[in-house]
């Protein structure tokens, strides 16, 4: 019944931006730590960003400054700003949650409990 559905990937040159989307259902994100991940191929799934329920955001250091996690818990929604992107970017984007109010930063894939299907960011240069 929980699902996560990412939108809002696409194609954009560098130094260019997105805006992701999580639109989640089934599940209370209030009560989650919620994160977005990247995977490109042959490479582990790796944290960008999290936020916890005090809406503190963490950030993976390669996109510090160029990137805003946050969230709206009244729609459930999180969101992932994404600003001055940089052909490394490119990833497919995978929106997450786990069964804890606090997080100090993404974690790994194996902590969490809720995945969606990934959306595709390509930034060429």
């Known amino acids: 019944q929980v699902q996560l559905v990412e939108s809002g990937g696409g194609s954009v040159q560098a130094g260019g931006s997105l805006t992701l989307s999580c639109a989640a259902s089934g599940l209370t994100s209030s009560a989650h730590c919620m994160a977005w991940f990247r995977q490109v191929p042959r490479k582990e799934r790796e944290g960008v960003a999290s936020i916890n329920t005090y809406y503190t955001p963490a950030y993976a250091n390669s996109v510090k400054d160029r990137f805003t996690i946050s969230r709206d818990d009244a729609q459930n929604i999180l969101y992932l700003q994404m600003n001055s992107l940089k052909p490394e970017d490119t990833a497919m984007y995978y929106c997450?949650?786990?069964?804890?109010?606090?997080?100090?930063?993404?974690?790994?894939?194996?902590?969490?409990?809720?995945w969606g299907q990934g959306t595709q960011v390509t930034v060429s240069s």
């Open positions: 997450a949650a786990r069964s804890t109010p606090l997080c100090g930063g993404p974690g790994v894939q194996k902590d969490y409990n809720y």
